[in-house]
C-alpha cells in the first residue's frame, strides 16, 4: 500500500509507526507537492491534516476531492473547535473517514483502518464475476489473483503471478485455462488496466500520468493494453465507457463463453 500524507511532524511519525516497512508513506511539505506526488505514483490513500503547515486548508482538500474522487481521503488531526468545524464541512463533500490523534491513532487501529479504506467497489465487483472460474483454481493461485487485482502495481507479467502463487509456470497455465480463463498473460494486463481505468476517470490525472503510475513504459504499451483487455484505447475508455460497462468487457475477455485455450508455455515460447 502506497500512502500519500500531508501533515505535522507529530501526526506523520505516529502513521510511519503504524504503517512500519510493509507501506510506502510518501510525505509532502505543502499541497502542490503532494498533488505531485498523486500524480506520478500509485496512491492508494491519502492522510492529510487541514491544519498542517498553517491555517485550516478545507479548500485545498475538496479539491483534492474533486480532482482524484476515487482516492480515499483520510482527515487526521487534533481536536480542536477549528478542526471539528473542518470535518463537519468536509463531511458535506463525502470525507467521513477521521482519525484523532491521541484518540483513536493507535498503531494497529490506525494501520487497520488504512488498509481497508485502500480498496475500490469496482474490483469487488469484478471479483464476484470471476467466482466462479476462480472456485476451480488451487486455493494459493484464487487467492494471489484476488491480492493482484486489490495491489496490481507489484505484477508486470504472469510469472509475477506464478511466483507470488508459489506454483510453476505451467502448473499455473493448466489450472488457468482449465478454469476458462483466456490467458494468464491477460489476467495480469486486466488486474494492471482495471486500476489504470480508474486512474483515467479521475480528472487529476493526465494519460500520460496513468503510464507512470502503472509503470507501462510507453504510452504505446498502454494503448495496446487497452485494447487488449477493452477493445478500446484508453481516450474512449475515459470519455464513453463507465464502469460497469468497463468490468463487463473486462470480464468479457478474462473468461470467454467459449474459449479456444491456449497452450502452457514451453521452455522456448518466451511467454511474458
Same mark, same amino acid.
Given at each position: 500500500? &502506497? ?8 501526526? +506523520? *511519525? @505516529? #502513521?510511519?509507526?503504524? !504503517?512500519?516497512?510493509?507501506? $510506502? ?98 474490483? &469487488? ?8 472460474? +476462480? *472456485? @476451480? #483454481?488451487?486455493?494459493? !493461485?484464487?487467492?494471489?489473483? $484476488? ?120 521452455? $522456448?515460447?518466451?511467454?511474458?
Amino acid at each position: 500500500m &502506497e500512502v500519500a500524507t500531508l501533515l505535522s511532524p507529530p501526526l +506523520l *511519525a @505516529q #502513521l510511519r509507526i503504524a !504503517l512500519g516497512q510493509q507501506h $510506502r508513506v510518501l510525505s509532502a511539505t505543502g499541497w502542490p507537492e503532494l498533488n505531485a506526488e498523486i500524480r506520478r505514483n500509485p496512491v492508494d490513500v491519502v492522510v492529510v491534516d487541514p491544519s498542517a503547515g498553517g491555517p485550516l486548508a478545507v479548500a485545498q482538500v475538496i479539491g483534492l476531492r474533486s480532482r482524484y474522487p476515487s482516492l480515499p481521503v483520510v482527515l487526521y488531526l487534533v481536536l480542536s473547535p477549528a478542526t471539528l468545524r473542518a470535518v463537519v464541512e468536509l463531511a458535506k463533500y463525502g470525507i467521513h473517514q477521521v482519525v484523532l490523534h491521541r484518540f483513536d491513532d493507535e498503531a494497529s487501529r490506525l494501520r487497520e483502518l488504512l488498509v481497508r479504506q485502500s480498496g475500490d467497489a469496482l474490483t &469487488e465487483r469484478l471479483l464476484d464475476m470471476l467466482a466462479g472460474p +476462480l *472456485a @476451480q #483454481l488451487q486455493v494459493s !493461485l484464487a487467492g494471489e489473483i $484476488r491480492q493482484m487485482f486489490r495491489t496490481p502495481h507489484g505484477y508486470v507479467s504472469a510469472q509475477d503471478l506464478a511466483s507470488a502463487a508459489g506454483l510453476p509456470r505451467r502448473t499455473m497455465y493448466r489450472q488457468l485455462l482449465a478454469a476458462g480463463f483466456s490467458s494468464p498473460r491477460l489476467l495480469v494486463q486486466g488486474a494492471r488496466m482495471l486500476r489504470a481505468y480508474l486512474y483515467l476517470n479521475d480528472p487529476g490525472n493526465l494519460v500520460e500520468d496513468v503510464v507512470v503510475k502503472m509503470r507501462y513504459g510507453s504510452s504505446r504499451i498502454f494503448v495496446r493494453h487497452a485494447r487488449e483487455t477493452s477493445g478500446l484505447n484508453p481516450s474512449a475508455l475515459r470519455q464513453r465507457v463507465g464502469g460497469d460497462e468497463f468490468i463487463a468487457r473486462l470480464a468479457a475477455r478474462l473468461v470467454p463463453v467459449a474459449s479456444a485455450g491456449e497452450a502452457p508455455p514451453t521452455a $522456448r515460447d518466451g511467454a511474458p
